[in-house]
């Protein structure tokens, strides 16, 4: 039965309660609502009431379009994307015109996906130059480890943008792989069915992977060192503020735009350390417009193997989703589409382990109250088991966060 056999076996040994060393040194995020974010110069947008105590996440009112320049001069912004897929870029283009008014307020020394700022010139310029880094992205490799830690010492502050740079990710389901970098080399480089034609075809005997460092007649030629674990960005430095989401929405953005163009122009206060924009102090489910029940779950489908009911909640129609678990913010817009809430924004403040609170949540509509027997433990784990990959979906977007964090093999003691 795997992960989940395994799971429902009972335990002699005691569980300890308390998180590693490590994790309590992160910084700790502020669980301040929505309305302690800074106040716009003129009335910030208003949460909307809509159709089953739906509200929505307000815009910020950012006021003037295109102001002029600031009085003190333009202040240095960098944006860098570590261990990512591009999309965290590409949402800041959401700001849709804003984009010019940040061009008219700061100089973007760096954005290797718009900008042709070098390592160079952010090495030669002086520490704490650059007023804004926003950082999207795991940290995966001796590149980004690189790049951030020099972005943070020439940086005033440090905001972790999006699901990879907060929670590890996707990337950090990496460390789901026994083997770690090299076995992942290894799969990639010689056992895809493309590879492996080409080893076989160009390699035979002496499959080549990219190796770190090459001799090449005309020098050292170098790669980044692959790490076996994902990390997160504040495993890596000292982070200041958080906007989670794969990627953040409009809503979000202008938050932490706002609170910029604030500090910039008006001297306004930033928000205190490890605010999170975007965020509420709900779950998800407390934004979704569908209509929960809280039927019993006596079978898991997926939302292709149903015809979705665009009313009711997708948990009562027997279709998985992370909303129990997941902090509000995004507006319930996948829940809203039909499609189950994968937890990309992350979990509520008031649970540590993601995963296990989602899981624990779905558990709670089995029907195995002792006044309510309708299926027996056996075919619990049975209907449990036919989710393909269990550590996958509970822990999507943030395994690099959770005590589980990797997977290991535990050495047989020795004799």
């Known amino acids: 039965m795997g992960f989940f056999s395994n799971l429902f076996k009972k335990k002699d040994k005691k569980e300890k309660n308390e998180a590693p060393a490590a994790k309590a040194a992160a910084p700790a995020k502020s669980k301040e609502a929505p309305a302690a974010a800074p106040a716009a110069s003129g009335e910030a947008g208003k949460a909307v009431n809509g159709k089953h105590g739906h509200t929505e996440y307000p815009f910020a009112d950012l006021g003037e379009t295109l102001p002029a320049p600031p009085a003190n001069g333009k202040i240095n912004l960098a944006i860098y994307w570590a261990a990512a ?101 290894d799969y990639v480089y010689t056992k895809t069915p493309t590879s492996a034609q080409f080893q076989k075809d160009y390699h035979a005997g002496k499959p080549q992977v990219p190796e770190s460092e090459y001799q090449a007649p005309e020098g050292t030629l170098t790669l980044p060192v692959l790490y076996d674990t994902v990390k997160t960005l504040d495993d890596v430095i000292d982070v200041d503020y958080y906007i989670p989401g794969c990627p953040p929405l409009q809503e979000s953005i202008s938050q932490m735009l706002k609170g910029i163009v604030d500090f910039v122009y008006n001297g306004v206060a ?52 992370l909303g129990p678990a997941t902090v509000g913010g995004c507006n319930a817009r996948c829940t809203a589409a039909g499609q189950p809430c994968r937890g990309c924004y992350g979990p509520t403040h008031f649970v540590q382990e993601h995963g296990a609170s989602a899981l624990s949540a779905i558990a709670s509509l089995f029907p195995v109250l002792d006044d309510d027997p309708v299926i027996d433990e056996q075919k619990i784990i049975e209907i449990m088991s036919t989710i393909k990959d269990p550590l996958g979906y509970f822990y999507a977007f943030t395994l690099g966060k959770s005590l589980i964090n990797r997977s290991v093999t535990e050495e047989a003691p020795s004799a």
């Open 85 to 185: 897929c591009g999309g965290c870029d590409v949402s800041l283009l959401d700001t849709n015109e804003r984009v010019l008014t940040i061009g008219q307020f700061a100089n973007i020394v760096m954005w290797p996906i718009a900008a042709d700022g070098k390592k160079d010139d952010i090495e030669a310029m002086e520490d704490g130059s650059i007023t804004v880094s926003i950082i999207n992205g795991a940290v995966r490799n001796t590149e980004n480890e690189e790049m951030v830690k020099l972005l943070r010492q020439k940086s005033k502050i440090v905001v972790s943008y999006g699901s990879c740079a907060c929670f590890g990710g996707t990337p950090a389901l990496a460390n789901l792989v026994k083997g770690g970098a090299d076995e992942i080399l």
């Open 270 to 321: 930033l928000p205190p350390k490890g605010y999170e924009f975007g965020v509420t102090e709900k779950c998800l489910c407390d934004e979704c417009p569908r209509e929960k029940e809280y039927k019993r779950i006596t079978k898991i489908y997926e939302p292709y193997q149903v015809d979705v009911d665009p009313k009711k909640c997708l948990m009562d129609q027997g279709i998985l989703c």
